[in-house]
């Protein structure tokens, strides 16, 4: 029997306030432990939570980004459980009214098809503190830090619409970029800011049977997520090839062994309306309010990338996933650069030579601005590529404008055909043979002559020219 | 004497400023938050807690220039009257006015017990931040005085918004001012039902209660409330529920005391928990959590009962300015009690938390031959539900 896969996922994504969820501690679970607490996010007795205004606006820019609708009325509830996590016995979350609903992300599957991938609800919910299992010489020991209790998320629930690990990885990476995009959070699931739990079941292709589930966790990063869900399919259909039943419960991805184990079910009950944070109302003028500060979504850049500076599909969703490459590259047409010179430099040399020093392009030496020099200088012919390059190296050291770099150190091209002429004439009488065969019509031989005559001018004259002196001189077809 | 009534005596009272409180010496109950006190709350689950901050009312009554003399005995959460000296800091002139959380009528019926006023004021008026809660839906602090100018006084310093607690609603605050009421223009409702819903030899004495109301010249109007008896009912899962996910935070662990023995944390939690609830407050939590993880149902469908109770109370005030209800201890021997007998005992007064309503109970004229009154009006008619007992009160005087 063949069979195929059911998916959806959960995805917790940290908001990027500044303060926490319920009270005015930062939101800084790195510090170190324990001091970025207060009697709410310790829930002393006669505590009151303070719902986060910036939380639920960073919330609600997340849920409208990926097309999510707002609700006018939702409500925090207590999430019951009994672990030292978690020491006041219940989390609030959002069960029964959640934030949103709807929405959805599109992708384009393996076949290249486009495909819808929508989204269940987005509901707000508190972090608990982190759990850290020590050794204390022999006895093992538990720390609890409270620097993560209260720090404000979103749970992302799908509809069970994926099919393929593939799909997940593809919805990830554009889930991430989206949220990214309204500035709600970095999305790093190798830093813990989104965590992304799958629930997989099979059935024989082409039923709508909907399976028994298993929920796979503790993934970290975007292909983890791709191997544990693919790890899970194969183990799904071989248990139930060799007559063996899955059973609900939920596993834990190895990512040294590559393999999902069983874990330990935590107790949890239904939820109860907590009645000390008030229920959430938004009017619709403060839905449109929200909407106005959306920025300009990557899709919809991507769109108009193609239609407006004439770039590929496939260029322009690179261009606008990420909204810093999308302001620069637009930043540099804004200064006159060709959009497709620009694309072409930001993405070949610009972007490599940043990654390479490990710094950021928002904030490196090599700002739009000096860089659109350099570019004009490239297309004025004041300089060929093999200069601009070396240009761009020297930028990244000194704060000298491109033009000065490059009078400094001589990379102006040499387009005066009396100084090549003599270079041309010197190149010709040491290469006969070269030159014998261009007059019989080989153009390989043409190239090689330019070859010589650039290095003979140490890379500075300008091939076009060159070509042309050479053409004239040798009466060959170019 | 006085030991047996306050577990904790201020040794700081001559701080008291100049406000409009002037020195009221004011007795609270330890699960009221004061930075540095006891606050115990009355279980082992909180032994040794002391307060990192102020409880915003107690904030308030300091700014007002009130004297807190100290805090009294209270029974486990302050959940019921079991052990608990309320109002005896009153009737041994210890202070001129005591706060008593009220979660099912504890402020009311201490009164009672006190032969003085007890008010249990609008949910949603007086903060409660830095108050040990347990069953957040339904409590509010009470406030029992002799006199109900200490009440009234004592309700302009604490009511109003908090910027500590979040659920108080942004409504217009009742101004209290002193006012005055015209028993003609004053029409109070009686509730058929909770007068025949009375125990034996009640009903007798609540008749001449309310014909102490019609001397006094008000318009009494009869009226029915057949799912009466359901107020009981969704206080016993309303509050059982809030109650047993509240008291998670009261975990024995990071205060309070652990249980040792135990073999890993799991345990020890479980142990801790298991030791620190005494029996009575034990048997809420199962029932809540009985309700909460078993019959969640039974939940949902007394939250809609509690809304259609909500629905009734706003039809009757619609026809009446206020309405009399009977006040009645079922259980004055203070004999460890049952669930079921704590909930017998609070039958009389637990329809205010229910609702949120305020509710005022008026000790009756000694030799009256009643236990005295409880009397209700809609949320936020506070102010004048105070100035109606005012007028009932100097009726009392003037007829003497």
């Known amino acids: ?478 | 004497m006085i030991d047996s009534v306050f577990t904790y005596r201020n040794p700081d009272t001559a701080r008291a400023g100049e406000g409009q409180l002037n020195g009221l010496k004011i007795a609270i109950q330890p699960n009221i938050s004061v930075a540095g006190w006891p606050t115990e709350a009355g279980s082992n689950a909180l032994v040794n807690y002391k307060a990192l901050e102020d409880a915003t009312i107690v904030q308030r009554l300091r700014q007002a220039g009130a004297s807190l003399c100290g805090s009294t005995r209270m029974s486990e959460f302050g959940f019921g009257l079991q052990d608990s000296s309320a109002g005896e800091a009153l009737r041994q002139q210890a202070a001129d006015a005591e706060l008593v959380l009220d979660y099912m009528g504890e402020s009311r019926l201490a009164a009672l017990r006190a032969a003085v006023c007890g008010f249990k004021p609008s949910y949603g008026l007086v903060s409660r931040f830095g108050l040990v809660d347990l069953i957040p839906s339904m409590e509010c602090c009470g406030v029992l005085s002799g006199s109900l100018k200490n009440i009234r006084d004592i309700l302009k310093a604490i009511a109003g918004p908090d910027e500590l607690d979040f659920s108080l609603p942004d409504e217009k605050i009742p101004d209290f001012s002193p006012q005055k009421i015209d028993p003609r223009k004053t029409t109070i409702g009686i509730i058929k039902e909770a007068q025949s819903n009375l125990p034996a030899g009640q009903e007798k004495p609540f008749r001449a209660s309310v014909e102490e109301l019609k001397k006094a010249g008000f318009n009494l109007q009869e009226m029915s409330l057949p799912d009466l008896s359901l107020f009981s009912l969704v206080h016993q899962i309303v509050g059982s529920v809030e109650a047993s996910s509240c008291a998670g935070r009261y975990d024995s662990v990071r205060y309070g005391q652990r249980a040792p023995g135990a073999k890993n944390w799991n345990e020890m939690y479980l142990l801790s928990r298991g030791s620190a609830f005494g029996l009575l407050l034990k048997s809420y939590l199962f029932q809540g959590a009985y309700f909460q993880f078993e019959r969640y149902q039974a939940f949902e469908n007394a939250c809609r009962i509690r809304a259609h109770l909500l629905k009734e109370m706003h039809r009757f005030a619609s026809l009446t300015d206020f309405l009399v209800f009977p006040a009645v201890d079922n259980n004055p021997s203070d004999a460890p009690a049952s669930l079921a007998d704590t909930y017998a005992q609070f039958a009389s007064t637990l329809f205010a938390n229910v609702t949120g309503q305020p509710a005022l109970y008026l000790p009756p004229v000694p030799g009256a031959g009643h236990p005295g009154f409880q009397l209700a009006g809609p949320r936020l008619s506070d102010s004048k539900l105070l100035a109606l007992g005012e007028h009932i009160l100097n009726t009392r005087r003037e007829g003497k």
């Open chain 1, 1 to 478: 029997m063949e069979f195929e896969a059911v998916i959806g996922l959960e995805i917790h994504v940290e908001l990027n306030c500044v303060t926490k969820m319920f009270c005015d501690c930062p939101n800084r679970t790195s510090d170190e432990p324990n001091v970025n607490t207060c009697p709410v996010c310790l829930w002393f007795p006669g505590a009151m939570p303070r719902f986060s205004r910036d939380a639920l606006e960073k919330a609600s820019l997340l849920c409208l980004g990926l097309g999510a609708e707002l609700q006018p009325v939702s409500a925090f509830d207590q999430k019951v459980y009994y672990y030292p996590d978690l020491p006041k016995g219940f989390q609030l979350s959002q069960a029964h009214l959640p934030l949103s609903r709807g929405g959805g992300i599109d992708i384009t599957d393996e076949g290249g098809k486009p495909k819808r991938l929508r989204l269940h609800h987005i509901h707000m919910e508190e972090d608990v503190a982190k759990l850290v299992h020590e050794m204390e010489g022999r006895i093992p020991i538990s720390l609890v830090d409270f620097n993560r209790a209260g720090v404000p998320l979103v749970e992302i629930v799908t509809e069970p619409d994926f099919r393929t690990p593939y799909e997940a990885m593809e919805f990830l990476k554009a889930l991430r970029t989206q949220v990214r995009s309204v500035g709600s959070s970095e999305c790093s699931m190798e830093n813990g800011t989104m965590r992304v739990d799958a629930n997989i079941s099979i059935r024989p292709r082409g039923t709508a049977q909907m399976n028994t589930k298993v929920e796979v966790k503790n993934m970290n990063s975007v292909r983890h997520v791709g191997d544990a869900i693919a790890y899970e399919i194969s183990r799904q259909g071989a248990a139930v090839q060799g007559g063996e039943a899955v059973i609900l419960h939920t596993r834990l991805w190895d990512p040294e062994k590559k393999v999902t184990l069983p874990m330990r079910q935590k107790f949890e009950g239904p939820c109860v309306p907590d009645p000390s944070v008030p229920v959430i109302e938004l009017s619709q003028d403060w839905i449109e309010k929200m909407r106005s500060r959306l920025p300009e979504m990557p899709a919809v850049k991507a769109e108009r990338f193609v239609k407006q500076h004439g770039v590929t599909g496939e260029e322009a969703t690179f261009l606008s996933s990420d909204a810093e490459v999308a302001g620069y590259f637009e930043s540099l047409i804004g200064q006159g650069t060709a959009p497709r010179t620009a694309m072409h430099w930001l993405i070949t040399q610009l972007m490599p030579a940043v990654r390479e020093r490990k710094l950021e392009l928002g904030s490196c030496p090599v700002t739009a601005e000096r860089f659109a020099v350099l570019l004009k200088m490239l297309a004025q012919q004041e300089i060929n590529a093999n200069a601009a390059r070396e240009v761009l190296t020297h930028m990244f050291d000194s704060d000298e404008s491109p033009e000065a770099i490059v009078s400094a150190r001589g990379f102006r091209q040499i387009s005066d055909t009396t100084a090549l002429d003599s270079l041309i004439d010197k190149v010709l009488a040491a290469q006969t043979a070269a030159v014998a065969d261009v007059r019989s019509g080989q153009g390989k031989a043409m190239a090689f002559l330019i070859g010589q005559v650039m290095q003979a001018s140490g890379g500075k004259a300008n091939p076009k020219v060159i070509r042309e002196l050479l053409t004239k001189k040798l009466g060959a077809a170019s």
